[in-house]
């Protein structure tokens, strides 16, 4: 049964002009072992991988029904790869299934996530 789903919609030039401002944007979105995989991507790449960090987390706390904040961090949510390449959702706080897909254009990045049951 559904639990909920969620969606979310970035810009890449915003992630670009808030990192440019804020150099420590990644630290405050990425988990450690996100930050792992952003350090392993060409330059080129990087704001692509940051925005659908973002918009992943975003989707997935809409799909809680909380929004990040007082119940969920961005800290708390884990996006990681399987080793054919789909990202899953690591919620240190609570394990239940969860479906995500994370998609990129030049301009944007969009996730959707949809939680079980």
Known sequence: MIKG???DIIELD???AVQKRQPRL????????ERLQLAE??????IEFI????????AYAKAKGTGIGAYLSFQDIEIMRADNGKPY??????QERSHLSITH???YA???VVIEE
């Open 5 to 7: 789903i969620g969606i």
């Open 26 to 33: 990644s630290e405050r979105i990425l988990t450690q072992a």
């Open 89 to 94: 959702i690591v919620n240190k706080q609570h």
């Open 110 to 112: 969009v996730a959707q």
């Open 14 to 16: 915003r992630i670009k």
């Open 105 to 107: 254009s030049k301009q």
């Open 41 to 46: 991507l060409a330059p080129a790449r990087q």
């Open 51 to 58: 925005a659908g960090r973002f918009a992943a987390k975003e």
